[in-house]
């Protein structure tokens, strides 16, 4: 890693956690992410989701088309690395496992509380039931992704993420050890100290929106609809402590941006959608986090270096370089059927840019 008072070039990174979606949406998502990263794991709740390795090469294969298709320039275009997910729901088989360890694409199998956001309707609704899936993903050495969230009506949302971490994970820790486990996006101290405590097989992701923003972000002066995510923002003392982690140098928390994308009238409605919209300036939103508490020069690793290391795979070559320097975010992006999609801190001015 270069640095001086303007520019820092770091390795090319990954995005360890990203929404695309499918069909006339890859058309937007899937530029803005080949734009800065090389490998990105895509998450498989689509309608209907992505639950065997056949769906899985499918819908590389139309994420890879898609990119094709697009005016990213061409080394971007054969860097792009589309690593996917297998959708565990109760029905999930240990072929399943075995057939997605041996395919090559599978990097991981997600788990998704039913009910717990976005396209989780099919997700687990026992834990309990799984423990022959489980044993297979601990046999093959393929990751098991955590929505760490509980569903039950009467826990609250603001306690959803300590909640699953006392009644489920710890569980599932104790009964495969040696499992390897993705704790997603990351919301809470109790998150990060559980994370802490855990041995390297287990590590976390953390989302721009939760490094840079807290509740207060998205309810004071009204609800902020495109800071509404799942799990949801939460006090300003948990953003502090998720800042502190994700520039410390510890390689159990990686970038995983969650950027989920969703018409701007999805999001602006009565019932909008969770989720926000980042691909296309997770760098400089990263980068703006880190350089808020003065660790610019820990970035690197957050974004480049740990989400491979924990996957047992190289470390990119490319590098990418960012320089601090004000950009303004769009307003919106064209998004399919004439509809609109509104990124995070839409029409605000980030301190870093990526240099062209």
């Keep these: 890693m270069t640095e001086n008072t303007t520019e820092l070039t770091i390795i090319q990174p990954d995005d360890w956690h ?7 949406a890859l058309a937007t998502t899937v530029p803005h992410a080949a734009a800065s990263f090389n490998r990105v794991i895509c998450m498989p709740n689509l309608v209907p989701p992505v639950k065997n390795v056949n769906e899985a090469q499918a819908y590389r294969e139309r994420i890879l088309q898609s990119l ?9 275009k054969s860097a792009f690395d589309p690593r996917m997910t297998l959708y565990m729901t109760d ?4 072929k399943d496992i075995e057939m997605a360890a041996a395919s090559g694409i599978v990097q991981a199998v997600k788990l998704y509380p039913a009910g717990a956001t976005t396209n989780s309707a099919d997700g687990v609704t026992d834990i309990n039931a799984c423990v022959e899936v489980f044993e297979a993903l601990e046999k093959y050495n393929l990751p098991l992704l955590l ?4 569903t039950h009506d009467h826990v609250d949302i603001f306690d959803r993420e300590k909640r699953f971490l006392d009644d489920v994970l710890a569980q599932i820790i104790i009964k495969f050890p040696t499992l390897k486990i993705v704790m997603e996006h990351i919301t809470t101290s109790d998150a990060a100290d559980f994370v802490l405590a855990q041995s390297n097989q287990v590590a976390a992701t953390i989302t721009p929106q939760h490094l840079l923003f807290n509740r207060n972000h998205l309810l004071l002066g009204g609800i902020k609809p495109h800071f509404y995510c799942l799990p949801i923002l939460k006090r300003e003392s948990h953003q502090k402590v998720l800042l502190d982690v994700a520039t410390s140098g510890n390689p159990k928390f990686f970038l995983g941006t969650d950027s989920a994308p969703h018409a701007t009238h999805a999001k602006e409605s009565a019932c909008g959608c969770a989720g926000c919209y980042s691909a296309a300036i997770a760098l400089p939103l990263y980068a703006t986090a ?3 508490v003065g660790k610019i020069d820990k970035l690197e690793g957050f974004t480049s270096r740990f989400g491979a290391q924990f996957y047992g795979l190289p470390v990119n070559e490319s590098t990418i370089t960012l320089v601090n320097s004000p950009m303004q975010v769009p307003s919106s992006f064209d998004y399919f059927d004439n509809h609109s999609l509104t990124p995070l801190m839409a029409d605000q001015t980030l301190p870093w840019s990526i240099k062209a």
């Design 18 to 24: 990203i929404h695309l979606r499918d069909g006339a």
């Design 91 to 94: 029905h999930t088989t240990v």
């Design 290 to 292: 880190f350089d808020s």
């Design 147 to 150: 929505h760490g969230e509980v």
């Design 68 to 76: 094709q298709l697009s005016s990213v320039d061409a080394e971007r």
